[in-house]
Structures are given as structure tokens and as C-alpha cells.
């Protein structure tokens, strides 16, 4: 008797799977369906699509994506399943099959927004539907990355909010103008089925791609239907969402000349700069009438996804001079992505320059805006209160990675005078918290918590170890940003630029860009270059189980799933099974557990 294909798959044992092969399997027909695309050869890629959707190397690599790699793998679904046995692993990826698919609900989740008292919803999938979904993901998404206009950077991979915000820079850095501060209101949740669905020109997909839009949420026991929008939790929905509003920045500028003739002159490059970030985007000229326009042509085009903008986030402002809209003086400069963008009348020693040499008369000065600002403080202010009882190492501990954290974000900005300024404000609450816990005196109580270290006398440190110290906002060093090439994209299968690239990207850890030069882009593991969306660990190459130190010449950087391999075989790991139910070879958790 012949046997299947699927019987044979599932006689595979996951940790012997040859991953190196795998990626570069997949990356081949997604490097190929993106120069299809990109030559106007849509139907060849369409055919390469389907192809990738049934490589049961895709569906290894999907399954491994949202099993192993992905930040929120152990979060569970309608079914209660928070993660698989390798074994599961196989006979899910053989699974994956689009013809046979049927979709489950959602799991909602309320999350607080960042420094507000209000909740957003999350739908969590399954493990299955987040698999499928990674499927899809991996054939649409180099399909419509050669499409994508090059102005819009959220969800989209290799690029980052550091890049719009350079790219804002180089639009305003020469000439004064007028903006559009523009937010869609409640974009993910709004977006119109029909038109999405319409937007999707590969049939193959379109009937599951439904059932996800369709599949409807589980809110404590209440199932309800989804009209509209895109379920924010679920693998593919940034991209689904880009592809709704793909099209609005080209349909906005073609809507313009190129030129137009005033007074005799030819004026060259009338049409508005319009910069997206997912449903944040700003629009540019010189001319108030050309933004007032764009507003309108704005709200026309949003109106066919079954979008608007939010108008209470929506304002008209220039970024050299207070202007009055509708008697309303709108202040100079504009918040966009957590920095403050605005221009400054200097004089001639501080002024900007044209390209040509001449003086500018004023510089334009990118900072942490003052909203992100309040939020460090909330954020910092909210863990020295939580740790009036905690060991000093544990405070120190809990902050070092706040104040890090929001230190890269910022800085490739001028962000040193903020820098100062946080560090005094953090001084103040640990000298309160130092105080408070002391019934001594005041230089006693100090003397117990701060002494001579990195940061001078004032060094916030443990006495029984001094390598245990707050870190200092004032210590971060300001670098500036490194734009994308225009026309780059990581299916262009430049993997030199692209690993190197990872390292040069704010948010990335300094001693993970010191060690990604050292392995120049390449895990030592698998020996595959880091990609852009690679969740990368820092490991011991001699454990420190084994008298390892913690020192550069004992760090690699690895792949989150080459990391668990090496800990799972070097033996500096301890797996407890008490920590799962075991139920048929799956390991579930009740859904408080999960969350």
C-alpha cells in the first residue's frame, strides 16, 4: 500500500529538521514572486502563490514562526491551547491545507493604550489559525512589498518609525511648509470586508481570508459577529490593513500637476509629500489651499474603505510660525510617532543651510515630544511606587530595561537635554524611595543606597555588588539614523545589506549589534543571516551552569528557536512538566494562565 504524503510528514522528527534548507526553500519563491511582481508579471506570481502555499516547507517554517519565535507564542486561543509537543508541531504543519481550512473565533482581550485609561480589543487565534495565517502571510506579502508605495513605513518589514521620521525630516529640512497631522479613526476595526476583499486579486486566497474577517469574537462567554475591520492580534492583519490603504498616498499626489505655471514661471514639484505609518500620515507643501484640499480628497478616499479621520487628532499647523485655522492659532510644529517635529528662527551662526550655501534662518529640531515624556515619567514613577518593599536589586533590575528602552527609541534625535532632564527627575523619586524605606537620617539614608561608582558618589547601586547600578538616561549616546535605500526590500535578496542593517536600527540592543558585526549578520547555529523580523537571543556559549562568565568572548547571538535547541541540549535549562496539563499529547493551560 502506498502511503501518503501527510503519514510521511508525520514521521519527522522536529528537532532534526534541516531549517537551513527550509529558509531558503521558502526564500527563493518569495524572492521570485516579488521580481514577477515587479517585471508586470502578475500571473506568473499569482501561480508561484500557490505554490508556496503548498510547500510543506512553508508550513514548517509557519508553524515554527508562531510556535517558537513569535513574542506572543504562549498566549492562547478559543480552545484553550497555549503550545504544542514537537510531534503536534509536525502533524499541524501537514494539516495546513486552504481547501479543508475552517476558521475559529476569536479570543478577545482588552489591553491598555500606552499612557491612557482606556483598553483597546485584541483577537487572539488559535495555534492553527495563527499557523494558516503565517502561511498566507508568507505568499501575499512579497506580492504586495513590490507594490507598496515608498512612502509608507508601518507593518512592513526591513522597515521601521525611525525611517518615516527621517524621511520627514529630509521634506522640511530645506523649506518651511504647511502640514496635515492626520489619524484614522479606529482604522483596524472599521476597514470595509467588501472593499478589502475586492482589493485581494488572488481568488485562491480571498475565501479564507474571509473566513477571518468573518470569524466572529469570544467576549466572556458571548460570541459576536464581525461586520468590519481586521482583528488586531492576529498574524496577517498589519498586512491586511496595508493593502486596504495602499493606493491613497499615489490616488492623493496624482491628483496634483507635477508643475504648474504661475506668473509666467514653471513651478516644479506642486504635488503634496504625504508620509504614512499604518493610520497615522502626514501631508506636506508650501501651500495652505494645496493642504486644505488634500483634506477633503483625504476624507473622500477614506469614506470608499469605509474609513474617517479622527478630528480631534487631525489639525492644520506649519512647522516654522503659528497660523490661525478657522480662528483657531494652531501652534508651529506637530507630534507624530512620539517625537516632536519643529522648526526654530535662529540666527546666522545656528541657522540651516540651503544646498546651495545660503542661510536658511532656522534649524530644524526633532525631540521626544512632551506627551512621551509624561508617559516615561508615569512609567518610571508607577515601578518606584510598586517597589517600596523590594530589594534594591529588584528596583534596579525592573528599571535598567524602562530606561533603556526609551533611551534607543529616542535616540537618534536631539534628545540630550531630555535626557538630563528625566535623569533628574528619576534622582528625585529615588531619593524619596531611598528616604522612605530609612528611618535614619537623611545623609545616612542616602549613604545606604547611593555610593561611589560608574555614575560618580550618586551611583544608585547595591553595596553588596557593585555591578549592580542604575543605568544613567544621561550615558546613552546620540546617533543618528541610517535611512533604508529607497527601493530596498528584504526580497531583494540582498542578504549582506539587510543583516548588516539589523544591527544599525535604534531599538536593537547594543550588545547585539556589537555581536551581529562579530558574526557579520549569521547565526553560528544554523549559519543563516538574521532577517529584519528575527526575535535574536543573546546566549552563553560555555553556560554559565558550567563556569561561564559574562563577558563578550562568551556571547553569541542567536535565533530565539537556535537558542532553545543549544539550552535544551547543553543542559542549562531545567523543563519542568508540572508547569502544563497534559491532555492527548497537547499542552493546555486554563485561559486565566494563558493571558
Known amino acids: 500500500m502506498k502511503m501518503s504524503k501527510a503519514s510521511l510528514n508525520t514521521r519527522i522528527e522536529w528537532n532534526t529538521i534541516n531549517w537551513a534548507k527550509v529558509q531558503r526553500k521558502v526564500f527563493k519563491l518569495q524572492k521570485q514572486i516579488f521580481q514577477a511582481v515587479k517585471s508586470g508579471n502578475k500571473a506568473k506570481a499569482r501561480k508561484l502563490q500557490k505554490l ?72 487572539i487565534p488559535t495555534i492553527s489559525d495563527r499557523a494558516m495565517q503565517c502561511l498566507v502571510k508568507f505568499c501575499m506579502e512579497p506580492y504586495w512589498e513590490a507594490q507598496f508605495e515608498g512612502t509608507s513605513y508601518g507593518f512592513r518589514p526591513g522597515r521601521s518609525c525611525h525611517d518615516a521620521i527621517g524621511a520627514i525630516f ?22 470595509d470586508h467588501t472593499y478589502l476583499l475586492n482589493k485581494v486579486d488572488n481568488p485562491y486566497f480571498r475565501p479564507t481570508i474571509k473566513q477571518w474577517l468573518k470569524a466572529g469574537v469570544m467576549d466572556n462567554g458571548v460570541f459576536e459577529n464581525t461586520e468590519s475591520g481586521t482583528p488586531q492580534g492576529g498574524v496577517i492583519s498589519p498586512l491586511l490593513a496595508n493593502i486596504a490603504l495602499h493606493g491613497m498616498i499615489g490616488d492623493i499626489q496624482n491628483s496634483f500637476p507635477k508643475s504648474i505655471y504661475r506668473n509666467g514661471k514653471q513651478i516644479q514639484g506642486y504635488r503634496p509629500s504625504i508620509i504614512r505609518y499604518a493610520d497615522d500620515f502626514v501631508v506636506f507643501h508650501k501651500e495652505l489651499d494645496v493642504i486644505n484640499h488634500c483634506h477633503s480628497l483625504i476624507n473622500e478616499w477614506l469614506n470608499k474603505v469605509g474609513l474617517e479621520l479622527r478630528p480631534e487628532k487631525t489639525r492644520i499647523c506649519h512647522t516654522l510660525k503659528d497660523i490661525k485655522i478657522k480662528g483657531t492659532l494652531e501652534k508651529a510644529g506637530f507630534d507624530f510617532l512620539g517625537f516632536n517635529i519643529r522648526q526654530y528662527p535662529v540666527g546666522k551662526y545656528q541657522s540651516g543651510k540651503k544646498s546651495n550655501g545660503k542661510l536658511l534662518g532656522f534649524k530644524t529640531i526633532i525631540k521626544p515630544s512632551k506627551k512621551a515624556i509624561k508617559a516615561h515619567h508615569e512609567a518610571v514613577k508607577e515601578v518606584v511606587k510598586s517597589h517600596r518593599n523590594q530589594p534594591q536589586a529588584a528596583l534596579i533590575n525592573r528599571l535598567n530595561p524602562i530606561i533603556r528602552g526609551w533611551c534607543n527609541y529616542y535616540s537618534t534625535v536631539c534628545s540630550k537635554e531630555t535626557f538630563s532632564s528625566e535623569e533628574h ?30 555614575h560618580g558618589k550618586w551611583t544608585f547601586q547595591t553595596k553588596e555588588d557593585n555591578r549592580i547600578y542604575l543605568i ?15 527601493d530596498a526590500s528584504i526580497f531583494d535578496g540582498n542578504w549582506t545589506y539587510w543583516s548588516k542593517r539589523r544591527g544599525q536600527y535604534p531599538d536593537t540592543p547594543r550588545r547585539v549589534s556589537t555581536l551581529l558585526r562579530k558574526q557579520k549578520g549569521k547565526c553560528p547555529l544554523c549559519g543563516q543571516y538574521f532577517t529584519t523580523e528575527d526575535l535574536i537571543e543573546i ?30 541540549n547543553d543542559g542549562s535549562h531545567d523543563w519542568s512538566e508540572n508547569d502544563y496539563e497534559w491532555k492527548d499529547d497537547v499542552i493546555t493551560v486554563p485561559i486565566t494562565r494563558a493571558v
Open 539 to 568: 546566549d552563553h556559549i560555555i553556560p554559565k551552569s558550567e563556569g561561564g562568565k559574562d563577558e563578550y568572548k562568551n556571547y553569541q547571538a542567536l535565533h530565539r528557536h537556535c537558542h532553545d535547541v543549544k539550552t535544551r
Open 170 to 191: 529630509n521634506q522640511i529640512c530645506q523649506k518651511s511648509k504647511f502640514v496635515l497631522d492626520a489619524d484614522i479613526a479606529k482604522c483596524f476595526d472599521q476597514i
Open 52 to 123: 508556496l502555499s503548498k510547500s510543506f516547507y512553508a508550513k514548517l517554517l509557519a508553524v515554527r514562526k508562531v510556535t517558537q519565535d513569535n513574542q506572543g507564542k504562549r498566549t492562547a486561543g478559543v480552545d484553550g491551547i497555549k503550545t504544542i509537543l514537537p510531534q503536534q508541531r509536525i502533524k499541524l504543519a501537514s494539516s495546513l491545507t486552504l481547501k479543508r481550512y475552517k476558521s475559529l473565533p476569536l479570543r478577545r482581550v482588552w489591553i491598555p493604550k500606552p499612557g491612557k485609561d482606556e483598553k483597546r480589543p485584541l483577537g
Open 472 to 486: 544613567s538616561h544621561s550615558d546613552t549616546r546620540i546617533i543618528r539614523h541610517t535611512m533604508m535605500k529607497e
Open 425 to 454: 527627575h528619576l534622582w528625585k523619586l529615588l531619593r524619596a524611595w531611598a528616604i522612605g524605606r530609612s528611618k535614619k537620617g537623611t545623609k545616612k539614608a542616602l549613604g545606604k543606597y547611593f555610593s561611589n561608582g560608574v
